[in-house]
């Protein structure tokens, strides 16, 4: 039987764990958050993302309680938190250094919380095993925080924020201490974890390959605003702006002038350069478009291909090795650069492309997301 797709904002019915409804958060002449409204659903991997000072760890801060909304309403299960202080709501934070207690021993760091709680000493016991395990570290219940490695530390701070239950989860990029090719096993780790657990997930990043990994919704924020929230592939397929396409990954984006042809749009960008036949998801008007297109969806040939309405050539100015893959800068006639990508599948020596040649670039009438404006 196939799995039902967890998708709870497209149910009118489902009633969401989170409202935020018109917030502003301003210090002094300064608007962190500027008349935002969003809603996020019990059991969320729900990733706030953008840029240093676009508003994300102010919006985090207002639903742990430690900033007030200067207007608007935040609820939380259908009730307002404003006025309830940070240590009686049902929301752990875990907090970017993982504020861990340096004195204390691993199993003691993820009681403390229980211990003030009043809960019976057979019982914390009970728990604190349960989220050793789920983090997969009993063997460290004894040692102190300097001594184990950075991840586990991590792991420690996790569990010590599940342990008391919480409806909601807050994670102040929660990996930004880790280096890559364990941040990348953790972000999995992080899923298996908010997934086992029930717990709603929001955590605050801006690394969009953190973001488009972990989160069922990413909200890409800039100056205090939302400007897009939807599915990781959505954001990456179908940005509603330049500037969200432009965050999320690697991107071409041109400027031109549209006119309409039937489903399809015909725009002139360049003198000498043909015109590019794209596809709008919605109609636009004719005049002034973004063509925004991945270079993974641009394809690069030593021959003009025959195929294709969008063929476009150039040099190839400078390689950027990645391994499994590798971008291909390429210098039109015209001065301008695009970027394409292609899978490096053969060894080094017999790939066939290199510095200084010419080749064509090319790509179908539907690989670029056309936007008005």
């Not at 196939?2 to 969401?16: G, I, R, S, V, Y």
Request: hydrophobic share 40%; net charge negative.
């Amino acid at each position: 039987m196939p799995e039902t797709l967890f998708e709870p904002w497209k149910d009118p019915e489902a009633k969401p764990i989170i409202r935020f409804q018109n917030v502003t958060k301003r210090f002094g002449d300064f608007t962190a958050v500027d008349d935002l409204s969003v809603d996020i659903y019990e059991k969320e991997f729900f990733a706030l993302l953008g840029p240093s000072g676009c508003g994300k760890t102010t919006m985090m801060r207002m639903l742990a309680g430690f900033e007030t909304p200067t207007s608007g309403t935040i609820l939380l299960d259908g009730k307002d938190i404003s006025a309830v202080p940070p240590n009686k709501r049902s929301v752990n934070m875990m907090f970017q250094s993982y504020a861990l207690f340096p004195h204390l021993t691993v199993y003691d760091n993820i009681a403390f919380g229980l211990k003030r709680s009043n809960m019976p000493k057979d019982q914390i016991d009970a728990r604190v095993m349960e989220m050793l395990r789920l983090v997969q570290i009993e063997k460290f219940a004894k040692r102190k925080p300097e001594q184990i490695s950075g991840g586990q530390r991590q792991r420690v701070a996790l569990a010590r924020s599940l342990a008391k239950a919480p409806k909601l989860l807050l994670l102040d990029e929660p990996l930004s201490a880790l280096d890559k090719k364990l941040r990348q096993d953790t972000q999995f780790e992080l899923m298996d974890i908010q997934e086992k657990t029930g717990t709603t997930f929001v955590i605050v990043t801006h690394d969009q390959e953190e973001a488009m990994t972990v989160a069922s919704r990413v909200a890409v924020m800039n100056f205090g605003k939302l400007v897009q929230v939807d599915t990781p592939d959505q954001i990456y397929e179908a940005p509603n702006s330049a500037y969200v396409a432009d965050f999320i990954g690697d991107v071409n984006i041109i400027e031109g002038n549209a006119t309409a042809q039937g489903d399809t749009v015909s725009i002139a960008w360049a003198e000498g350069q043909p015109d590019i036949t794209g596809t709008p998801a919605k109609p636009v008007a004719n005049g002034k478009v973004s063509f925004i297109i991945r270079p993974e969806k641009i394809a690069i040939s030593a021959d003009k291909p025959t195929d294709r309405h969008n063929a476009v050539q150039g040099t190839i100015l400078d390689i950027a090795y990645l391994g499994n893959l590798s971008t291909y800068h390429v210098k039109l006639a015209n001065g301008t650069v695009i970027k394409a990508q292609a899978a490096n599948s053969r060894r080094r020596a017999s790939r066939p492309f290199t510095w200084e040649d010419e080749v064509w670039l090319s790509w179908t009438d539907t690989a670029g997301v056309v936007l008005e404006g």
